[in-house]
């Protein structure tokens, strides 16, 4: 499976990425686990990429896209894989494709997870206070809310005219959401298969 998850900061994408990664067996790839490490062991991307980060907006492109584009070429990558955070913008969209077609693959699914925003706001406070997440401040997580309606949501128009898009409602427990995840998925295998 060849899978991208997508939705608002604190939809729960890092959560169901590690289950749907793990009941296919492929490497989730998580651009914000990426930048993280890069910021926590101060290389020279985290150091261009924290600005960004603890202003609420996004990495340039310029940046991300090198970094995803090396990761989908390596060879624990060629079976199936799962993105999460990327592609954020259209430009990244038409990167990825262009990385997909260069190694024979094309995308099973895009993944798409909606919870009401003010939800989405308190849960990344609460995460923020348990994580002793500094920089979530109510204005940093309302504005990268703002930053996803701008700039990844058209993101979604552009995959539900491919035909690959589902949504997914991400309220309810981990359980229940993964469980609507897989139904979902199991379908479209099941699609291909037939």
């Given at each position: 499976m060849r899978l991208i998850l997508m939705g608002p900061p604190g939809a729960g994408k890092g959560t169901q990425a590690k289950i749907i990664a793990g009941r296919f067996s492929i490497p989730a790839i998580s651009t914000g686990d990426i930048f993280r490490a890069n910021v926590r062991d101060e290389t020279p991307l985290g150091l261009k990429a924290k600005g960004y980060m603890d202003g609420g907006d996004y990495v340039p492109d310029d940046i991300t896209n090198g970094?995803?584009?090396?990761?989908?070429?390596?060879?624990?990558m060629q079976?199936?894989?799962?993105?999460?955070?990327?592609?954020?913008?259209?430009?990244?969209?038409?990167?990825?494709?262009?990385?997909?077609?260069?190694?024979?693959?094309?995308?099973?699914?895009?993944?798409?997870l909606t919870v009401p925003e003010?939800?989405?706001?308190?849960?990344?406070?609460?995460?923020?206070?348990d994580e002793?997440?500094?920089?979530d401040t109510e204005e940093v997580l309302r504005h990268r809310q703002d930053v996803f309606h701008e700039q990844t949501e058209p993101l979604i128009s552009v995959y539900e005219d491919r035909g690959v898009l589902i949504r997914i409602d991400?309220?309810?427990?981990?359980?229940?959401?993964?469980?609507?995840?897989?139904?979902?998925l199991d379908r479209v295998a099941a699609e291909r298969a037939s």
């Open positions: 970094m995803v584009r090396e990761r989908i070429a390596e060879d624990d079976q199936g894989f799962l993105l999460d955070g990327y592609p954020r913008t259209v430009s990244q969209v038409e990167v990825l494709d262009d990385a997909l077609q260069d190694s024979g693959n094309t995308l099973d699914a895009v993944v798409v003010e939800q989405l706001v308190q849960r990344l406070l609460k995460r923020a206070r002793g997440r500094g920089d991400g309220i309810g427990s981990v359980e229940d959401v993964s469980a609507r995840v897989f139904a979902e």
